[in-house]
């Protein structure tokens, strides 16, 4: 899709006309191609251990024990914990329902 053109041109319209609607072309594909750079480049947020124990709905003390045993993906600055959507997503998926004790994440 990014070799068509954006704007099509016809044989019929003059040279002049045809230039512009390449040139026209050529700033719109560059600013595609722009856009497309800064959402690939755009870091995703990080959710805090509160946020992702509201989410899985248990206490955050129960999270930060799981974090400490490293039995969940996380990624750490210094002490502080951080969670992609990936690693949400894996804390999910390993996570399972064991009687009425509540989800436990394996």
Avoid at 78 to 87: L, N
């Amino acid at each position: 899709m990014a070799d068509e053109p954006l704007l099509k041109t016809e044989s019929t319209e003059p040279p002049a006309l045809s230039q512009i609607a390449q040139h026209l072309n050529s700033i719109l594909n560059q600013l595609a191609q722009a856009s497309t750079k800064t959402q690939k480049d755009t870091p995703e947020p990080l959710m805090t251990p509160e946020q992702v124990a509201e989410l899985v709905q248990i206490p955050v003390r129960t999270l930060k024990n799981q974090l400490a045993a490293g039995a969940i993906p996380h990624r750490r600055f210094g002490k502080h914990y951080r969670f992609s959507a990936e690693d949400y997503k894996e804390i999910v998926r390993r996570s399972r329902h064991v009687g009425s004790r509540g989800p436990t994440i394996r």
